[in-house]
């Protein structure tokens, strides 16, 4: 009988890790989102029936957030009582450059009066990790929004950083693009179009979405993988779902960016809204085009990466 694979989770201890130094202290995480009752026996494997239950209990405990908000509130703290395993990995920053690494020992607890009371116990390793040592991939996984971020993708690097082993070569492995040779070149193109939103032509109709003044809306969980962005139009009435490609984008992304609107329909808009899809890459093609001919809400955007090189010096 094999093991179950092991996951990795970067976990924030509060908010600019204001935890932190308790939770390694007493070897836990854990999370709260104003949700204050006994999640025990209220874990069921599906998340989202618990989404479909709690983001009432979350509304009600936050007035004024948004349904969007409220589900990934509640994804994050059903992934911190449940998604996560023991035996997992988790990489949470101590607040002054570095990551503490542990080993997830334990099932929910809950600790009630207590900062973060839904917790689970973690072996701490001796060994951490400095932003600065990190590969560009994890270091922008690590500093996703959001209190909870699935980085299971740079597996065999955190292993190698356990275990003192040199860092990996860059690969890129993205199904839905045809070349995934330009990925090196283009790793920064989520952030880089998140930095510079208001400048861009779809930046002139939506914002991206926003909850305390971090933008949520960047690498939104849904049921079947992240939203790359999660936009808002600006009269409120229109969510966009947008999905980057680095490189000739296939057809088969044209499913993809259908699931999530689809779940955004289900889960997220509100009663009125209506849901958009755009697909960003470099190249299209021939398959692309016929898929997206039978589409009439999502669009297609091509974009220009250019830079110069200057002889002498500055």
């Keep these: 009988m094999t093991s179950a694979p092991t996951h990795y989770f970067r976990i924030m201890l509060g908010a600019k890790s204001v935890y932190a130094h308790q939770c390694h202290e007493e070897k836990w995480f854990g999370g709260g989102w104003g949700i204050t009752q006994n999640l025990t026996g209220e874990l069921t494997e599906d998340w989202r029936e618990f989404n479909a239950k709690f983001i009432p209990i979350y509304l ?20 911190i009582c449940k998604g996560i395993k023991q035996g997992d990995t988790v990489l949470c920053p101590d607040g002054k450059g570095a990551y503490w690494i542990g080993k997830v020992v334990s099932d929910y607890q809950y600790t009630p009066g207590q900062p973060l009371p839904h917790r689970r116990k973690v072996d701490w390793l001796s060994k951490t990790i400095l932003r600065p040592e990190m590969s560009d991939g994890l270091r922008n996984s ?11 993708k740079h597996a065999v690097e955190i292993e190698g950083f356990i275990a003192g082993s040199a860092l990996p070569a860059l690969i890129a492995t993205d199904e839905l693009v045809e070349d995934p040779s330009v990925f090196a070149l283009e790793k920064h193109l989520e952030d880089f179009l998140v930095a510079n939103w208001a400048a861009t032509e779809l930046g002139k ?15 939104y969980p849904t049921d079947t993988g992240p939203i790359d962005i999660l936009a808002l139009s600006k ?9 980057l490609k680095k490189g000739r984008a296939s057809d088969a992304v044209v499913g993809q960016v259908q699931r999530y609107m689809g779940y955004v329909l289900d889960e997220l808009a509100e009663n009125g809204q209506t849901v958009r899809g755009c697909i960003i890459a470099l190249e299209d093609d021939l398959k692309l085009r016929r898929a997206l001919r ?7 955007y091509r974009y220009e990466v250019s830079f110069k090189l200057k002889k002498g010096l500055a």
Excluded at 294 to 300: G, K, L, P, Q, R
């Design 294 to 300: 039978a589409t009439t809400n999502i669009d297609f």
């Design 235 to 243: 009269n409120g009435k229109e969510l966009l779902v947008v999905e």
């Design 205 to 219: 109709s939506y914002n991206i979405f926003v909850d305390e003044g971090e933008a949520v809306g960047q690498q």
């Design 60 to 79: 009600a405990a936050n007035p004024g957030k948004s349904k969007v908000a409220a589900g990934l509130a509640c994804g994050m703290l059903y992934t």
């Design 142 to 152: 690590c500093g996703a929004i959001g209190t909870v971020s699935n980085i299971t």
